[in-house]
C-alpha cells in the first residue's frame, strides 16, 4: 500500500505565491511520476503539471511560465511553486503518485487527500 500526503495550502492573495508539498511512502519499489491535479467546485479534476522519474515535466497551458514542479532527490517526494496566482487558481489540489510496489511489483496509481488553495482579496 502506497500513502500519498499533501501539505502546504492556504489563502493568498492575487498575485501571491505558495508552495505545495507532497510525500509519497509505504511500499514502494519505483516511482515513475508524481504530480498536482486541482478541482474546482463543480468541475472534473484536471491535471496542473506532472514530473516523470526522468525529470521530464508537463504543464496545464493554464499555469505554464507561473507554476514549477520539481522532485527530491528521493523522486518520491514532489513540489509546486505556484506564482503570480489568480483567483481562478482556487481549487482544491491532489498528489498523485504513480509506479510500482515492492510487494508483488503491480503498478499502483495513488491519491492525497488534497488540499485547499484559495486565492481571494
Known amino acids: 500500500q502506497v500513502q500519498v500526503v499533501e501539505s502546504g495550502g492556504g489563502l493568498v492573495q492575487p498575485g501571491g505565491s505558495l508552495r505545495l508539498s507532497c510525500a509519497a511512502s509505504?511500499?514502494?519499489?519505483?516511482?515513475?511520476?508524481m504530480g498536482w491535479y486541482r478541482q474546482a467546485p463543480g468541475k472534473q479534476r484536471d491535471l496542473v503539471a506532472v514530473?516523470?522519474?526522468?525529470?521530464?515535466?508537463n504543464y496545464s497551458d493554464s499555469v505554464k511560465g507561473r507554476f514549477t514542479i520539481s522532485s527530491g532527490s528521493a523522486k518520491d517526494t514532489v513540489f509546486l511553486q505556484m506564482n503570480s496566482l489568480k483567483p481562478e487558481d482556487t481549487a482544491v489540489y491532489y498528489c498523485?503518485?504513480?509506479?510500482?510496489?515492492?510487494?508483488?511489483?503491480?503498478?499502483?496509481?495513488?491519491w492525497g487527500q488534497g488540499t485547499q488553495v484559495t486565492v481571494s482579496s
Open positions: 509505504g511500499r514502494i519499489f519505483r516511482i515513475n511520476a
Open positions: 498523485n503518485a504513480k509506479g510500482v510496489n515492492n510487494r508483488n511489483y503491480v503498478s499502483f496509481d495513488s
Open positions: 514530473i516523470s522519474n526522468s525529470g521530464s515535466t
